[in-house]
DNA sequence: CGTCGAATTGACCGCGATCAAGGAAGGTGG
DNA sequence: CCACCTTCCTTGATCGCGGTCAATTCGACG
């Protein structure tokens, strides 16, 4: 492992308020690998084997069943992933597949539950990303229940748009037809989807979206904390 | 609180493994609430205050967004809910209301997070449970966006028969129109999904279900334990 | 400049929603 | 005990969102 990634590590909620060698103890078993793009580096099913841990790059997490795959989030540095799968020592839920070169630590699950169950801080701060990790999911499926595709990138569009500190320009952070999956569409219908939202003055060229008229786009979307955040 | 209500919560994956003062000094501040049904014991937004058990009765979560309603799940007798939003001191993502008259253990939060720090062996049994509830959410997601309306129906038939202990008759557990809501599509719709297995031998007449050729609904369904148990 | 995958567009289809009406079950009051 | 009401469920007719299929177009990259 460089160096130089140990301070982004340290740095995770995750692992900021650890000891020293209890860090240190629970890195010294980790090792980082870096991946091409398009690498499946989780297949669900398979069996916890390490808590794995996104430097850089970009990572999917995805699922499968009969033959139908789609996309459930996407991971971007850094932050940790399967961290239920690690802490409950069962299954895989999802696979995950790198999206671009990426660099990954991976820390063995046994170490991490040792970690837990030894230091106190630790456990603290694994109930947090937990807890974190499950509104999520509610988040995103509430999302999912409760609004139509179009509302559904209309509010999308928004979150990016706060991600990237009210910007009125920025970019769309994966191919669309992986957004369109995220967001539970085809692609064709997301590319209308997009034009249905040409009014409310969003304009999308390749990845990059320019938003002419937020005030419209807002009365639109409707967002709300308990679905869109930000708060945890 | 009753003396016969103990032994229950006790019994439960959260606090079974708990010392027995721990766990008194944790309950000693609870008490039991009973409610009629259609009560609503949590509102969505609401900053969390209690953490709740379910002893006797039935609760249902859902959510709401600009006018719209949804069932996220069902709370059956004996289980906690929101346990997350408890740990994180967050606002409750979910509001909650009773289907039928329940009694309802409330354990205040500041309680619950006190005994999580002070003791490590109930921190690994909320890690586990949070770890439970993250995945059953993932679970419930994957369901939603791999699946039709009907493939949804045909699996929740076939997790209900495996819950009844392999019982060919058994009942629905609430009313058509909230599992319409749960599974994620109308009323209307849920009667015809019905229709749509009775070539695979189910058969519904009010809330009780028979089926009657097992091995073709399996073929159709296509269970999978990634999506729909029984491993946690 | 050629190739290949991604994105877009159009035409069409079908799943599931909506709207509207009719029946079944259970509770209430006369 | 029965008439009535409410509520849930079912059924039919219709609509429309979103999916599917197919044909271009766009764009990245060698």
Redo the contacts with the bound molecule.
Sequence with gaps: MRATDVPAIRALQLFCDMSEHRFDALIRGAYVQVFPPGVELIREGDATDFLHILIDGSVELFAEWNGRETVMSTVRPVSTFILAATMRDARYLMSARTLAKSRIVLVPSTDVRHAFDADSVFARAVVAELATCYRSVIRYTKDLKLR???ERLANYILRLHSRSDGASVFELPM???KLASLL?????????A??TLQPYGVE?D?AQVTLVNLPDLVKFSKPNTLIDGPDT
Tied chains: 1, 2.
């Design positions: 139509s595709s179009v191919e669309k037809r539970g569409m085809t692609p064709e219908n997301l590319s209308r997009i034009k999308i390749g």
